[in-house]
């Protein structure tokens, strides 16, 4: 594999932006300094000032692929993490079939490792297949779930005793339980009483704050008997932080570690139920947007460190899907390519701290989920050359036109994002302006669980 140097370049070390250069040899990072002096490089790269900064880790994605490709496939969703700066991406099971047993792993992992040209984790689907979750592990699952305590895309969702004996069973393993948290109950009873209102803000009404915060509640006194390494997806409100707050500060007390960590989603950052008016049916997704006071909340919770991570939750759907009533429209939006660039011009508005931002995209996911393992998620010498090149002052307006994704749509057309000029995964330039990589170049990133004896 050639070596690259990359010159005239500025990274974020020591938590500021600092002038230096970076040797790539064998796909790794070899060397990080203010001067380095090679006798030979087969490739050199001028930044032209530009930022080298870790490029992202998405840990929640749907890529549809096996059974809905008409939606996604490896391929696109790959491309699309590729031209948005994400180099690893950790793919949920509501897939079809889903993926909750040996042949649905199998099948999943053999078009994802012929098709994906970034590396990838799988996760293990929870529905009533406790015998199957041994084997998944042994498989490589990175983790398990989402597990849906309410009925969501897909129809996962698993009663309170199951959901119970599935944290027990996952503690056993020693593996983390992803958790999508909304209460079924309060959903049900919202639902019939606004059957017949046909409004997209009925949506958010149908499950509102009390819906997310009351699972949160549930979910966090079931994983405090078992003490399940347990991650929440996607939390959206005021009152879910609130309680996830209070775990990690009483873990604090106790001189602990937290046995909870939690994710946000650009969706319920950048958006708000102000945009139903704009996006209508394209608005849905669960949980549903919040009101301006939860995204402060989020927005908060991120730079105090309540918040571990930044997913996208990309679950794409095509257009003429998404065109209907509110009541039949699926729920998701596409969200993988503009991740990153959305909360770099974040950056930008003094939203968060670069520092932060890379944080919450590359180091604490990896961590999380055991892929700085694989020697993901560090900007450091002997990890993987994962990078990204960006011009913190080429703002562009995110369009449809330009994104990859088959969903042909994007709810954050007209907002602002900081693209890469280059995203350099493993040493390999996979994005220029246009998608460098062949298909299958993706790594398979084994989980914790897994036995060399299964292959």
Request: proline residues 4%.
């Amino acid at each position: 594999m050639s070596n690259i140097l990359i010159k005239n370049t500025r990274i974020f070390y020591n938590n500021r932006l600092q002038p230096a250069e970076v040797l790539i040899d064998n796909g790794k990072i070899s060397k990080i300094a203010k001067d380095i002096r090679i006798s030979h490089v087969d490739r050199e790269i001028d930044a032209d000032n530009a930022l080298t900064l870790p490029a992202g880790i998405d840990a929640h994605v749907h890529f549809r692929e096996p059974g809905q490709t008409r939606k996604e496939d490896w391929y696109t969703g790959s491309c699309s993490a590729a031209a948005g700066g994400i180099t690893t991406v950790i793919d949920h099971p509501n897939t079809a079939p889903p993926t909750i047993d040996e042949k649905s792993f199998n099948k999943k992992l053999n078009l994802a490792s012929k098709k994906s040209i970034v590396d990838f984790g799988i996760n293990g689907g929870v529905t009533n297949n406790f015998d199957n979750l041994s084997r998944l592990w042994e498989l490589g699952a990175t983790a398990f779930g989402e597990i849906f305590m309410a009925e969501s895309t897909g129809e996962l969702n698993i009663s309170e005793e199951s959901f119970n004996q599935a944290l027990s069973e996952i503690k056993e393993l020693g593996a983390v339980a992803c958790i999508h948290a909304e209460d079924e109950d309060i959903r049900l009873k919202n639902e019939s009483l606004l059957k017949n209102d046909m409004s997209p803000q009925s949506h958010s009404r149908a499950r509102p704050n009390i819906c997310e915060s009351t699972a949160v509640q549930k979910a966090v006194d079931m994983i405090s008997s078992f003490d399940t390494q347990s991650h929440f997806c996607h939390i959206s409100t005021s009152e879910a932080l609130g309680i996830i707050r209070n775990q990690k500060y009483m873990a604090y007390k106790g001189n602990r570690k937290s046995s909870i960590t939690c994710e946000s989603a650009p969706h319920h950052l950048f958006l708000s139920d102000k945009s139903w008016d704009d996006l209508g049916s394209f608005g849905k997704m669960n949980p549903p947007l919040r009101t301006r006071k939860s995204v402060q909340a989020l927005v908060n919770a991120i730079n105090e460190g309540t918040v571990d991570m930044v997913a996208s939750d990309h679950a794409p759907h095509r257009e003429f899907e998404k065109d209907m009533d509110i009541k039949n429209t699926p729920s998701g939006v596409p969200g993988v390519e503009t991740l990153l660039p959305l909360m770099l011009a974040g950056v930008k508005k003094n939203l968060f701290p670069l520092g932060k931002v890379i944080d919450v995209t590359s180091k604490n996911p990896a961590k999380r989920f055991g892929l700085d393992s694989n020697y993901k998620g560090l900007f450091k010498e002997g990890f993987d050359a994962d990078l990204i090149l960006v011009n913190p002052q080429d703002m562009r307006k995110i369009s449809s036109d330009f994104l990859h994704s088959k969903a042909g749509w994007t709810p954050y057309s007209g907002l602002y994002g900081i693209f890469p000029q280059l995203t350099i995964s493993r040493g390999d330039i996979i994005w220029d302006g246009e998608i460098t990589a062949t298909r299958g170049r993706g790594n398979f990133l084994k989980g914790r669980g897994y036995l060399m004896d299964t292959e």
